[in-house]
């Protein structure tokens, strides 16, 4: 299970206003430029201001992001934009995005910046995983249980959590070490389904 398999039903609401943007010449490529570079922007600022009401902009913007990712989508799908240059844009962008918006996260833990950065190493590792079911014949995997839109909606949370005033402490470990299980999970998930896929269209 994962909060991906919602994403028919955020589309079907996106749809009149993907139609409207195309109408008016805006291209997936722009839309996923976009959402990359205001959420490594927003990294940053938070990386060198972290104070923690400026942290209530994660959730906003991780809702934000869904819907432009879900925007560029449709663009390249329904309205004749996909290309190659936007297929690297997408997965690179998505990667960037992610590791920009956790690190504020493991700045501020006091625990140190190893447990968090673990988590970091295995999300990207995760949409890896993803990707690579192309190259071997299956299609790209977004298996969970913790994919890039459930891990927003944990970060969103942990924003939310410090934005009103609560603290990392020893828990946090045990909270980064959970969440790595998860990943772990997702990326063997992945990767057995990835190999399925391939020897079934194979067959």
Known sequence: MSI???KSGFQNILRP???SLAARGITANQVTSIAAAVSVALGLFLSVAPLPHWFLLVPVWFLLRMGLNAIDGMLAREHGQKSILGAYLNEIGDVVSDVALYLPFALIDPNGLMPALSVIFLSALTEFAGILGQSVGASRRYDGPLGKSDRAVLFGALGIYVGVGGGFAGW???LWAVVALFLIWTIINRISA???EAQAAAR
Do not use: D
């Open 4 to 6: 991906y398999q919602l």
């Open 172 to 174: 946090t470990s045990w």
């Open 17 to 19: 206003l993907v139609r």
């Open 194 to 196: 990835g190999i399925r």
